[in-house]
């Protein structure tokens, strides 16, 4: 019988806070050689969004890297900057599952009980925002039932949202808007079907379950790699590997990902980019990668 399900989709969506490091080309291979060996389409998205954390140039950057290691995308590159309307239209489709909270960090930290990502929020502003109160972020309602997935790398996955992050902000206190919505308005919008990242982002994956659910967006499949971190569990960002990458070295910093994935590699150096993808794809099986958070490096 013929297969009714959209034809695979990925995409890698860096967000531009400085050049391509080690670990982010590990999610860019890993996304990059699953669509490819799916025959999929492979998009690139530039989340944009928060000026406050960018780094002038580094998109540019990203996207020279990129090309200089002969990744090759579908489309022009999607800008988030470019979609607020987009999701501004999305908060509107919101509106009777989401509050206005005029809370401050400092109040919710005082009250809040913590939990898996900092302080939950304890829902004071759920029941109307208190007279002397002046709306600063929108919140979403969120219910206390079990969020579950099947993570292609990680296996179930299942989540409470009231009980492990609470009513989380879909609109920011300076006006931006939250990287949970945007994510889901566009992978809907760019017709994404497979979702392969860091294991960083796993447990935002219920949050972004249950916002497709109230916008009426179909959920795509994920799957979360271990993230690199040193012999001591620091996260790779805060280390020497966190080293932009060499774009004028591109096979070593290839193989040294695909060896991180557990991929098998060619016993001989490949001569050519093009040699390496090729290999790559062919020998490409995702269920080699291993079932764990994050994954020690030795640091050179
Ligand atoms: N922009 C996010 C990051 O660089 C990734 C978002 C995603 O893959 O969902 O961490």
Redesign the pocket.
Known sequence: MPSTAPPYCGRF???PTGALHFGSLIAAVACYLDARANRGRWLVRM?DIDPPREVPGAADDILRTLDAFGFEWDDAVLYQSRRTAAYQAALEQLQGHSYPCGCSRKGIAQQGRPGAEGIIYPGTCRAGLPAECEARTIRLVTPDLPIGFMDEIQGKIEQSIAQEVGDFIIRRSDGLFAYQLA?VVDDAWQGVTH?V?GAD?MHSTPRQLYLQRLLSHPAPGYAHLPLAVDATGSKLSKQAKALPVDQKAPLPALLAALDFLHQPLPDEQPATLEELWQWAVANWDIKRIPQQQTQSIPLS
């Open positions: 969506a860096p967000s989340e994510v979702v990242r982002l």
